[in-house]
C-alpha cells in the first residue's frame, strides 16, 4: 500500500458501494442505460458531483457532466471520466471504478485548494455498453459528433432511442462537437489477467485494439443421420470444427507477437439440430481484435485460405468470411501515455504498458483530443459477470495516478 | 421394368396420392400422429382396406387393422404393414410405401382367388414417428405389450396420450401381447442412397442397427474474447470442436467394417453464444447407430478415451459420456430373409443384403416373431423432407416381393 496519495480511497469504497445498491434487486449488478434504475444512479452521482463542488448538466448527448472551472480563460478543457451502465448481471467496477476515481480527482483538488489553468470536466458518458438498442458507445459517439442520426428511430422496450436520450436528459436534435477538450483520460479495470498475473498495479495503454466481426456460413446436406454412410455424407458441423481449430491455431499464432491479438469463435449456431439428421448449416461469428491493422488483415485473408481449404476437404460450401463490422484499432496519444507513465513513476505505481483488447469510449475520444487510459487490476481477469472485483486501494492508486497526470498535463498542454 | 408381377402399380399410385392430398395444406407432406388430419387419413385407409375385401378393426393400440381369413383354422397370422404418420414437412412415402404395398398383397390375392392357410392382417401402426408426446413407434409396442403405462399421461397440445389413443380407436387400459402372429413384414423406402447408387432394385433387411444416443458436456470458461490472452483461455469451443472430428474420425473407421455404422454430432449447442464472449459451455448429443453391439461397446469406449484426451489438452472439464438411449441392435430373421431373397429371385429383383440404419415397428415385431424387412430405393437417399420419393414401379415391384415371400411363408411357417 502506498500512502500519500493525495486521495481518500474511503470516498472511492462509498462510492461504488452506492452505485452498487442501486441496482435491479434480482439480478445484481445490473443498472442498464435507459432504464428506471439507470436514471437513479444518475441522481445520486449528480448530487454526489455537486457535493464534489462541480457545476453539473447533462449534455445535449446524454451524457452527465461536472465541470470545476480553471483560472485561465480559453484555455480549453480536460475531461476525465467513463461510463455508470452495466451490462446484465454485470459487475460493480467496470466503468465505474473509472467515474468514481475521476470524481476522486476532483475532490483531491478541492481539498487541496489547487486551481487548475483549465477547466476540469468529469464525465458519465450514457451506454457504453451494447444497449438494448444494439449500439454502444451511444453518449461518446454523441460528443464527438459521431452518432447517426438514424440510430434515433430506434425501437426498445417500448421507445426510441431519441426518446432514450431525452429522458436522460439530452437534446438528440442537436449534434456538435465539441472543440474545447485539450486530453481526456479514463481509468478502467483491466477485464483481463495480465496485471494480476505480473503483479502491476496499473498497464498504460498504447492502443485500443480494433474489433472485427467476422461471418461464415457452412452449408452441408441435412441427411438421415442412421441411414446415409459415413463416406457420402455432407456434415456441415464437422466441417466447421476444422474451422474453428483453425481459427483457433491462427489466433495463437498472431498472439504470440509484440502486439495484442485474440481471436474468438463466440457465436455458433447450427441447424436443424435435431438428434438423427446429419448437420446442415453452422453459421460462426468471429471475435478477432488486433492493436496493429496488419495482423488484422493478414489474419482476415489467412481465414479466407482456411475456408476454401475446409471446404476442398469436406465438399461443403462455405462462404467467403464476410465482414460483419471492421473497426480499425485507436493508439492512445504517445505524449499522453508518457504523462502516465511520469504519473506512475511519480507515485510508486509499478506500471506496464499494454493493448487495451476490450473497446472503450476512449476510442471515440481519441478522434478529437489527445486521449489516453489507464487500467487497474481486477481479480482472476474476470469482468461482464457479478464476481467482478477490483480492490479499493487499487482504484485509488489509479486516481491518485490520474491526479498526478492531470497536474501535467494543465502544466504542459 | 419386371412385367406379370400379379400386382397393380396403379392401385399403389392411387393409394399415395390420395394419403398424399391428406396433409396440412400450408406444409407438405404432414399428417402427424393424433392430428385431426391423421384421423381424416385414417379414414380413408379404412375404406380402402374394405374395399380391399378386408376386414378392419383398430386394435387396444391403436392400430389400424385389416383382417383377411385364411383357411387353416388355429394356423395363426402373417403380418404385413407399416405407418401412415410422418414428420412434420415430410414425405409421401415413408411409412406409407409400405401400408400400399401390404395392402395390394391383399388385393393381389383377392384379385387372383389365392386363398392363404394363414390370416393375413395388413397393418397400420400408430404414431411410428417421433409423436407430439416424444415418444415413437406408440402402436408397435403396444401390439407386444411393450408401450411404458407411464407413457400415457404425458401431454402434448392439450391432450394426454391416453386420450389420444383412445380418439384413434384404441383402449388404452388393456395390455395384451399378441402371440398367434407367426411372421412380420414391413416394406419402407431406404431412407439413404445405397440401392439407388449401386442399382439395386430391393435391399433384404439384415438387422436393424442399434441406436445409442450419447451426451457429452464441455465446459470451459466465460472471459472476455478481447482482454483474455489466448493462451490463458478455456474455449469449450475449441475443447467440442475436437470431440467432433474425433467422433467423426472413429465413425468413418468403424463404418469401413463390414457390419452397418454411422455417429453423428446432431445437437451442439453453446453457451453463452454471445460475439464477445469466450464460449463456456457446448452440450454434444451424439447419434451412434450399429448393426453390430461389439461396434458399439468398442465405440463407446474410445469416445470416452477422447474425451480424457481432449481435457488434458485443453484444460476443459469434459463429463463422461453418458448414454442417453442405448437400443441394441435387432438381427432379422433369417429365415424370413433366405425367403426374402426367394422371392426377389422369382420376380427378377436385383437384391442385396443391407442393415437398415434407421429404427422402424419391425424392431419391436421381433421380439415376439419372425420379423424381415425389405428396403426400395428412394431419390437421392432423400427422406424426412418434402423432396423424398420413390417410383411407383419400384414399389409395384417391392410389393411382388412381399406377395412371394408371403406364398412361401404360408406353406413353410
Redesign the interface.
Known amino acids: 500500500m502506498i500512502s500519500n496519495l493525495q486521495v481518500d480511497a474511503d470516498r472511492i469504497a462509498e462510492d461504488i458501494d452506492a452505485l452498487a445498491a442501486i441496482t435491479e434487486p434480482d439480478r445484481p449488478w445490473t443498472r442498464r442505460a435507459f432504464s428506471p434504475m439507470f436514471l437513479k444512479g444518475r441522481e445520486w452521482l449528480t448530487n454526489r458531483f455537486a457535493a464534489a463542488g462541480l457545476t453539473t448538466r447533462v449534455d445535449v448527448s446524454g451524457n452527465l457532466i461536472g465541470l470545476r472551472s480553471g483560472t485561465g480563460a480559453g484555455r480549453g478543457t480536460i475531461m476525465l471520466g467513463s461510463h455508470s451502465d452495466t451490462v446484465p448481471d454485470g459487475g460493480r467496477f467496470d466503468g465505474i471504478a473509472g467515474i468514481s476515481a475521476a470524481l476522486e480527482v476532483a475532490r483531491a483538488l478541492k481539498d487541496q485548494n489547487i486551481e487548475l489553468a483549465h477547466d476540469l470536466e468529469i464525465v458519465d458518458f450514457l451506454a457504453e455498453e451494447v444497449s438494448i438498442f444494439c449500439v454502444s458507445c451511444i453518449g461518446s459517439r454523441g460528443l464527438i459528433g459521431q452518432r447517426p442520426d438514424e440510430w434515433l428511430t430506434r425501437e426498445a422496450n417500448g421507445m426510441t432511442l431519441y426518446e432514450g436520450i431525452t429522458e436522460a436528459g439530452g437534446h438528440p436534435d442537436v449534434a456538435s462537437i465539441r472543440t474545447d477538450i485539450k486530453a481526456f483520460l479514463e481509468l478502467h479495470i ?5 496485471l494480476e ?1 505480473g503483479d502491476f498495479d496499473i498497464g498504460v495503454v498504447t492502443a485500443i ?1 480494433g ?1 472485427t ?1 467476422i461471418e461464415i456460413i457452412v452449408e452441408g446436406r ?11 455424407r455432407i ?1 456441415a ?2 466441417a ?3 474451422l ?2 483453425d481459427i ?1 491455431h491462427l ?2 499464432e498472431f ?1 504470440q507477437g509484440a502486439a495484442h ?10 441447424e436443424p ?7 446442415s448449416r453452422v453459421r460462426l ?1 468471429i ?1 478477432a ?1 488486433a492493436e496493429n491493422r496488419a495482423d488484422m488483415e493478414r489474419f482476415i485473408e489467412l481465414i479466407g485460405e482456411s475456408v476454401n481449404w475446409v471446404a476442398a476437404e469436406t465438399d461443403a460450401t462455405i462462404s467467403p468470411p464476410k465482414l460483419i463490422s471492421d473497426n480499425p484499432p485507436t493508439p492512445c496519444d504517445v505524449d499522453v501515455q508518457s504523462c502516465l507513465d511520469a504519473a506512475c513513476d511519480s507515485v510508486g505505481a509499478k506500471y506496464r504498458r499494454m493493448a ?4 472503450h469510449d476512449t476510442a471515440w475520444m481519441a478522434r478529437i483530443t489527445k486521449a489516453g487510459m489507464i487500467f487497474i487490476p481486477c481479480r482472476g ?5 457479478p464476481e467482478e472485483f477490483a480492490e479499493t486501494e487499487d482504484i485509488a492508486l489509479g486516481a491518485a495516478v490520474l491526479l498526478q497526470a492531470v497536474l501535467r498535463l494543465d502544466q504542459t498542454l
Open positions: 483491466e477485464q483481463g489477467p495480465v498475473t485494439a474489433i466481426r441435412a441427411d438421415h443421420a442412421g441411414t446415409t454412410p459415413m463416406a457420402t456434415d458441423l464437422t466447421a470444427a476444422r474453428v481449430l483457433e489466433g495463437r498472439a491479438f485474440a481471436a474468438t469463435v463466440g457465436e455458433f449456431t447450427m439440430n435435431a438428434a438423427n439428421v446429419v448437420p461469428l471475435d481484435r487495451s483488447g476490450a473497446g481477469g474476470r469482468s461482464h459477470a
